[in-house]
């Protein structure tokens, strides 16, 4: 079983940054593809990010060259640095996992078995 806890979300205004953390079980990020999607209220979930077990990443357009996806291995979390935020980026932020090495890109990770509970940032213009 693969517990996955979000944090680091929060208020900004636009321009600004935030950093999230996804804090797994261990193990967890040397076996599992892992990523993060996001939700807005009224709005489909959209996976943002994703990074394999070997470090490759994927992005969605919306966020690329604004958000980096990453991980610590040794201390069993995954970050999202978002930069530049815009208000469209307001949503519900998950953190999500999946044994899987095929289907590891940001546009499956909404569909991924293990999520967390989710963390809010909300970014004001």
């Known amino acids: 079983q693969v517990q996955l806890v979000e944090s680091g979300g929060g208020s900004v205004q636009a ?11 261990a193990d967890t990020y040397s076996t599992y593809c892992m990523g993060w999607f996001r939700q807005a209220p009224g ?5 943002v990010a994703s990074i394999s077990t070997g470090g ?3 992005y969605a357009d919306s966020v690329k060259g604004r958000f980096t996806i990453s991980k610590d291995n040794a ?12 208000p469209e980026d307001t949503a519900m932020y998950y953190c ?3 044994r899987t090495s095929f289907y590891c890109t940001n546009s499956a990770v909404p569909n991924f078995g ?3 509970q989710g963390t ?4 004001s213009s």
């Open 56 to 58: 490759t990443t994927t």
């Open 96 to 98: 999500a996992a999946a």
């Open 43 to 47: 709005k489909e979930r959209e996976g």
């Open 15 to 25: 321009g600004g940054s935030l950093r999230l953390s996804c804090a797994a079980s």
């Open 114 to 116: 293990y999520r967390g």
């Open 75 to 86: 201390k069993n979390t995954l970050y999202l640095q978002m930069n530049s935020l815009k």
């Open 120 to 123: 809010q940032v909300t970014v």
